[in-house]
């Protein structure tokens, strides 16, 4: 199973972003998504889980929750825009990846045994930071997530 992994668009999606995310079986954004045609959009490539981040206030964000616990490839992946807001303790919980936006900074690393990502921001280019996207296949029980440069936009 391959899960496309997406935040900070700020209402920018762009054809490279989509071009990295067809072919996934399902597709997490992680907020700030920014207009709700980005989720009407990415919904023609896969499924999509989403949440809502801190400049998704108008009304059509009320829609979204602020983080969302989900089940892909006999795998729980718990989604939240910025990862120092969680509020439920992972180990715990037994989830296995807390994914993530908000901070712009694409991410990988395992705390006692739970995987973090943060795939970055792919929207408009802000601090001077890469515009990334990740990919996340899950096979034989192992999860392996890969940070994809869209390149200088």
Not at 68 to 81: I, Q
Not at 126 to 147: N, Q
Request: hydrophobic fraction near 40%.
């Amino acid at each position: 199973m391959r899960i496309g992994i997406i935040s900070d668009t700020h209402g920018l999606l762009r054809p490279e972003a989509e071009q990295h995310l067809a072919g996934a079986d399902h597709i997490i954004h992680a907020g700030d998504i920014g207009r709700s045609e980005i989720i009407d959009r990415l919904r023609l490539i896969a499924p999509v889980t989403a949440i809502r981040g801190n400049i998704d206030t108008a009304d059509w964000a009320k829609a979204y929750p602020a983080t969302e616990t989900v089940m892909l490839g006999g795998r729980c992946f718990h989604v939240v825009h910025d990862v120092h807001d969680i509020a439920v303790d992972p180990v715990a919980s037994g989830i296995d990846m807390v994914i993530s936006g908000h901070s712009h900074r694409a991410r990988i690393e395992t705390r006692d045994g739970v995987h973090y990502l943060n795939p970055g921001s792919a929207g408009p280019r802000r601090f001077r930071l890469p515009i990334t996207l990740a990919t996340l296949d899950i096979a034989s029980g192992s999860l392996s997530p890969v940070i994809h440069d869209l390149g200088s936009g």
